[in-house]
């Protein structure tokens, strides 16, 4: 077969494993649909820029238009009159699912294989194993994820090693917190949980793959076709499907193209159409607009919901930078019964459970659980109350199951399902969707809450140490701000990249919208009612970073005060003082992956924000492709 992509210096005789002839072929023969992803891509860009230009607020869709790339009518995905997909066994019940990369950075096989066999011994009813959001991308990380996955699944003799130790390590901590053993029979335990995986949006370029001229390349089809391809045999042996979550989706249009994606391996493989299963994450507001439109552009591949928190925020607040009245508050305000959240999961709860033309509802799975019980007794007793007073609001809600971001929280949220009891909620009645001006209206509305300096230095400081930490590798990080470092009352919550996104982007609201704030703060003097402006965002931006530089080598490594964090406080300021909005915190990072050249990143930073204003370009391919 004459190849088309290129691949970076190495990888192929490193990783001959995952870059098999099989999946070479199958890349191949997915590369035609590139070019529609990056015309999709620039799609995305020209509607964000016109809303901007025209303070155009979002709409639904006109009932009369067909969902490009299908032949189903708005009208007709709204009425349920399209194929949809059964739900398989293994998904029937999926109470607790767990997220979480299978790679570490600079980190052996062997440990990577330890991140899965936490995962597939924690007793979650399937775990999501990201290539996204939590999976950093440092080195060869991408690559390292697809083989701890393809080894845990053929049941490796390395990774049965692993799991028979990593078994009596979780043992050991459950008996000290639960006083009894949650792994009775370790070889039986791997096959209770469902494998799932999360592949990269369509807005991100692989850093390994290219095509011939230079152009990025999809790193949702490199994923697509790594898992899918090397794996599916080894999930038939196993009686599990194929499952994937489909990220940062925006519109029906890009749902559709996933679907010919998923279509075309199948049909590339000679599998049935179908075969593949997807979760679509609602992290995105234009989503909550074409939600049937999306569950029928995806037919017969589409399970299920998942509402996310933090990327879905920060949509909102991207879709509404034109409107200077629309402000957000502190963002621990702004939880899942907050305004135009309350709207949007009941918008998704009522989707799902409308019945496609064969009677046939999708699942909906709950938001994240960020919780991590280590802490001092009376934080982690706090915040596991916290965490399954979220779960029993969710199951009530309606909800199948939630996420957690760590093992040691399923054993914890599960029991709320548990003495629910139904496997699932498929079916449950709620009220027809309805396309409203102010069913619109809802979907940005905002509520009375705090806006406060204390809010703004939470934000600053979860936003650096997360910039920080992508650069190191971590993409998932336990972090908490820096006033309560040390302060074992406060837990650290799990963050990945949606993190970073969401605080980067009230700061820029409130700095670029005047926002007023609502308490007198007394060590920097602001009163009530004064300006987050410029000088204040400079003053706390310096005195988070100086508390960074100050910490101990436990919450900031000390080999990364020097390299990494320097660069995030560079990434931190530009993007949030820049007059324009930039669409992704996340392209920045990218840029400036293995640099820790403060010159070279700047100059990197200056070139994209230039590029973008420009035209709208972003800059994504990898700078250090050889």
């Known amino acids: 077969m004459t190849r088309t992509l290129e691949y970076r210096n190495g990888v192929l005789t490193a990783y001959p494993d995952v870059y098999t002839s099989a999946a070479l072929d199958a890349l191949e023969a997915l590369a035609p649909l590139n070019r529609d992803r990056r015309d999709l891509m620039s799609a995305r860009t020209q509607r964000r820029l016109a809303r901007a230009r025209d303070h155009r607020p979002l709409a639904f869709p006109d009932p009369e238009l067909l969902i490009p790339r299908t032949g189903i009518s708005v009208r007709d995905a709204r009425a349920g009159n399209f194929d949809g997909s059964e739900i398989p066994p293994r998904l029937q019940r999926q109470w607790i699912q767990g997220t979480g990369p299978a790679a570490r950075p600079r980190g052996n096989t062997e440990a990577g294989l330890r991140n899965v066999a936490y995962a597939l011994l924690s007793g979650a009813d399937g775990w999501m194993f990201d290539g996204e959001d939590a999976l950093g991308q440092v080195n060869f ?26 078994a009596g390590e979780m043992n050991q901590w459950a008996e000290a917190f639960f006083g009894r053993a949650i792994v009775a029979d370790w070889r039986e335990q791997l096959d209770f949980t469902t494998v799932l995986f999360r592949a990269r949006g369509l807005h991100l370029d692989d850093r390994h793959v290219r095509e011939q001229d230079g152009a990025g390349f999809s790193a949702s089809i490199v994923d697509l076709v790594l898992y899918v391809v090397n794996n599916h045999d080894r999930l038939r042996a196993l009686e599990s499907p194929v499952v994937l979550y489909l990220p940062k989706i925006q519109t029906a249009e890009e749902a559709a193209l996933w679907n010919d994606l998923l279509a075309a391996l199948e049909g590339y493989l000679g599998l049935p159409v179908g075969t593949i299963k997807a979760y679509v994450l609602v992290e995105q507001i234009e989503a909550a607009f074409q939600l049937m439109e999306i569950r029928a552009a995806l037919g017969r591949h589409f399970v299920g919901f998942n509402t996310g928190r933090w990327d879905y925020i920060n949509s909102v607040a991207d879709a509404m930078t034109w409107d200077p009245d629309f402000i957000n508050p502190n963002i621990d305000a702004i939880v899942m019964t907050y305004g135009y959240m309350r709207a949007y999961e ?32 009376a934080g982690v007793t706090a915040g596991m109350k916290r965490a399954r007073a979220g779960g029993e609001r969710e199951q009530l809600a309606g909800a199948s199951g939630k996420w957690v971001a760590h093992w040691k929280m399923v054993h914890i949220v599960r029991p709320v399902w548990e003495v629910a009891g139904a496997d699932n909620q498929l079916g449950r009645k709620f009220p027809p969707l309805t396309y409203t001006p102010e069913d619109a209206v809802a979907l940005v509305s905002l509520e009375a809450a705090p806006r406060t300096v204390r809010g703004a230095r939470d934000l600053l400081s979860v936003a650096l140490q997360y910039g920080n930490a992508f650069g190191r590798g971590f993409q998932a990080a336990a972090l908490k701000p820096a006033d309560f470092f040390g302060n074992d009352d406060v837990l650290y919550l799990m963050e990945d990249m949606a993190t970073g996104e969401i605080r980067l982007s009230i700061l820029w609201e409130w700095l670029h919208k005047g926002a007023k704030l609502t308490d007198d703060d007394p060590a920097t003097g602001v009163r009530a009612g004064g300006i987050f402006d410029t000088a204040l965002f400079e003053r706390l931006l310096t005195e988070e970073y100086e508390k960074l530089l100050a910490a101990s080598d436990r919450d900031v490594h000390n080999d990364s005060k020097a390299t990494t964090l320097p660069i995030a406080r560079e990434i931190v300021a530009a ?11 996340i392209d920045l990072l990218n840029l400036n992956l293995d640099n820790h050249d403060l010159v070279a990143a700047r100059s990197r930073i200056r070139a994209y924000i230039e590029a973008f204003e420009r035209d709208g370009t972003r800059i994504t391919e990898n700078q250090d492709f050889i």
């Open 141 to 166: 990380m991408s690559l390292d994820n697809q083989r701890s996955l393809q080894l845990a699944l053929a049941r490796d003799p390395l990774f049965l090693r692993v799991a028979e130790e990593v």
């Open 346 to 377: 009941d918008r998704v709860r009522r989707a799902v459970n409308t019945p496609d033309r064969n009677g046939r509802c999708a699942l909906w799975q709950g938001g994240m659980e960020p919780n991590i019980p280590v802490g001092s007794e």
């Open 575 to 585: 993007y949030v003082a820049n007059p324009v909005k930039l669409p992704w915190y």
